[in-house]
């Protein structure tokens, strides 16, 4: 009997989608561990099967060797070209199976790029089809997957499949030629390592270098400040000279000449100003995984994961929009309704469903989804960090529909002896929107004493701080995803992607993110042979040649060709200085090695250095003295986690210190010395 052919992306998406689309009892049975649900709907038999993210990806089609550049490519079964993907053949299968008897289809995947890619290649590659009808949802909740298949469109969406292809190819060709580039050079040096680059990796990495560089070559300057601290009637108040920095000496002595022995001041002016703060923005992906890592210290990668499977379980909206726009079709009083039940959320809801609900929107929109938003439905299950995250995205969405906060700053300049010191506090005098976001509201209270003018001030201390000025700050996990969202590298969902592959080859490390003696030799070297790897106007370029494919203005022929003509110039260069780029990558790597591998000196013979060791033959890590063999001292390691050294001796025995960090986990140091008695067994939060 011939039945609808339903598609999902995850298998989650597609048992919610059973479950709400079936009038009586839906049937769930599996082929090859695969599950696929049975359902009838009016007079409707339908079939609902899921994939499992990409079923495919690229590979050259007719590979010899380790040659570039190349182009020629096809899309194979993931499972065919990648041993991390041999689970995938099992869905393969199943939809294979599944779609023999359909007389119709039905696309389901999350509605954007890569959802609609992966659709599109199940529809032609497995079930042998043109086109099929497409289901659009934002939630996975019942009513709206509902409304989704009662409203399906009778195609899918080709110009957003072509652009998804499009990408796919167009980053195939730059990291593959390019990898293949870079690994070749250092290997014409007589070293081997595989070195990685890309279409928005080497902008990126560029990036992160030349901030580096920056920080680098700053030169502070000095400058003095003078500082008053004096008892008033209600308390303690310390103000700063009105000319805040003195950058000449002399000028900042005139005055410490001119104040000191005062012993008494005047309060000359209070001036107060009150302003209103207004509610924060919905939460597209990108400021949500700023904001997660600036109250949560959750990652952007990590907090892109979470979101993703908060809102397979249906407890929110789709979280890789651009959008920071509400629309009234979601049903905000619903929503509050519904998060009314919760009890953490009971009370503030309750407040806001006495008043008319209009958000404070952004001005970031998106054509397919909507800003992120909690669904209602409760959460269960869920472990702390998805708790926490959860909880942000609530408190988001509620203070979006508060009213502004009212802050005052007041400002009270200090006369002495006719020199004016100036004291400045803001503080919150009606919460708003802060009592719904509450504990995220970022921003320093600063309580000033009541005074009044002409009221005496009891000068305590003035003091001159000789200080200089800062550098730069290095970028976090955040501030670079941000900085490559301002410069449109990239998209809202690969950002977090490509700054993980900048860690995960040692181009770059740290919390507070720095470049590697490899990452920096890897840019000053593309810079100087072949400084196109690294332009991002070209990757700009094609950003925008992307979304003009979407909107059918441009052909992906014309794209790619353009793309592999300038490839081929860029890596024709390349070959010409393959052994000077070579010779340069082998000294960086082998000093990024050395560095990151260093434990510290040997306790035992004095002279060499404590380094973590591979070996070859146990396949297990220790750390041994690099005087070998001279000096035969080891120590042994665990075999799992990031391992590094904790850059302090033990306090008990001197012995160096390590740090083993394990996903999931806090970090945990230990002394390597196994006879210390102070031995530390317990992680410590760093």
């Known amino acids: 009997m011939a039945y609808e052919l339903i598609i999902t992306e995850k298998p989650k998406a597609a048992e919610k989608i059973a479950s709400a689309l079936a009038d009586g009892k839906m049937i769930k049975e599996s082929y090859k561990k695969v599950s696929y649900y049975k359902i009838t709907r009016g007079k409707k038999d339908i079939v609902v099967c899921c994939a499992v993210g990409h079923l495919f990806g690229l590979a050259e089609k007719d590979k010899k060797g380790w040659v570039y550049p190349v182009f020629d490519i096809e899309w194979v079964p993931s499972f065919e070209q990648n041993n991390g993907a041999k689970f995938t053949k099992n869905y393969v299968d199943a939809i294979k199976k599944a779609s023999k008897d359909a007389d119709s289809f039905t696309v389901a995947c999350d509605y954007d790029v890569e959802g609609e890619l992966i659709g599109f290649n199940i529809l032609r590659f ?8 497409r289901m659009k949802f934002s939630t ?22 072509s652009a998804g292809e499009t990408r796919h190819e167009l980053d195939w060709y730059y990291g593959i030629n390019l990898s293949r580039a870079l690994t070749s050079a250092i290997k014409s040096a007589g070293f081997f390592k595989v070195l990685s680059s890309g279409r928005v990796q080497g902008p990126a990495l560029k990036i992160i270098v030349d901030k580096d560089k920056e920080i680098k070559a700053f030169k502070p300057v000095p400058f003095w400040q003078i500082e008053l601290i004096g008892d008033v009637k209600k308390g303690k108040i310390t103000a700063l000279h009105e000319k805040d920095k003195f950058w000449d000496k002399k ?59 908060l809102y397979t379980s249906g407890f929110i909206s789709y979280p890789r929009t651009s959008s920071q726009k509400l629309p009234k079709e979601i049903g905000y009083k619903k929503i509050l309704e519904k998060l009314s039940k919760q009890k953490n959320y009971s009370r503030l809801c309750n407040e806001l469903l006495k008043k008319g609900l209009a958000p404070n929107e952004g001005k970031s929109t998106d054509s397919a989804h909507p800003a992120i938003y909690p669904t209602g439905i409760s959460p269960k299950g869920l472990e702390d960090q998805e708790l926490k995250l959860y909880d942000l995205i609530v408190k988001r969405f509620m203070s979006v529909f508060a009213e502004p906060a009212t802050k005052e700053t007041v400002v009270i300049k200090i006369d002495c002896n006719s020199e004016i010191f100036i004291a400045k506090g803001t503080t919150t005098v009606e919460k708003g929107w802060h009592v719904f976001y509450e504990p995220y509201v970022s921003g320093k209270e600063e309580e000033l004493p009541a005074v009044k003018e002409n009221e005496n001030v009891n000068v305590k201390e003035i003091n001159m701080y000789d200080k200089e000025t800062q550098p730069p700050k290095h970028y976090t996990p955040a501030s670079i995803i941000k900085e490559l969202a301002k410069r449109n590298l990239g998209t809202k969902a690969t950002r977090a992607q490509i700054v993980d592959t900048l860690f995960q080859r040692g181009y770059i490390n740290g919390k507070s993110i720095e470049a590697t003696e490899l990452g920096i030799s890897a840019v000053e070297t593309l810079e100087k042979y072949c400084p196109k790897i690294l332009d991002e106007e070209l990757t700009r370029h094609f950003e925008v040649e992307m979304n003009e494919i979407e909107e059918g203005k441009k052909k992906p022929k014309e794209i790619l ?44 013979c004095k002279n060499g250095n404590l380094r973590i060791i591979f070996s070859k ?31 302090k001796p033990c306090p008990e025995c001197g012995y160096p210190m390590v740090m083993v960090i394990t996903k999931g986990r806090r970090p945990w140091i230990f002394c390597i010395n196994p006879n210390c008695k102070g031995k530390q067994t317990e992680s410590k939060d760093i």
């Open 140 to 161: 996975l909740t019942k009513q709206d997957l509902i409304n989704a298949y009662e409203k399906k469109s009778k195609t899918i969406d080709h110009g957003l499949a």
């Open 617 to 647: 033959k146990t396949k297990k890590r220790f750390i041994a003295c690099d005087a070998y063999p001279k000096c035969k001292t080891t120590f042994s390691l665990p075999q799992k986690g990031l391992v590094k050294s904790a850059d």
């Open 126 to 133: 497995i079930c042998k089809q043109k086109d099929a009808n």
């Open 251 to 309: 000028k900042a002595d005139k005055v410490m000449k001119n104040v000191n022995d005062q012993k008494l001041a005047k309060i000359k002016e209070v001036k107060k100003t009150k302003f209103k703060q207004a509610p924060p923005v919905p939460f597209d992906l990108t400021t949500m995984q700023i904001e997660a890592y600036r109250a949560l210290r959750i990652s952007p990668k990590d907090a892109l994961a979470i979101a993703q499977e």
């Open 561 to 604: 060709n353009e793309a592999k003509q300038g490839l081929k110039e860029i890596l024709s260069d390349f070959k010409k200085k393959e052994k000077d780029i070579g010779e340069g990558l082998k000294e960086a790597t082998i000093e990024t090695r050395n560095k990151e591998s260093f434990i510290g000196k040997c306790p035992i």
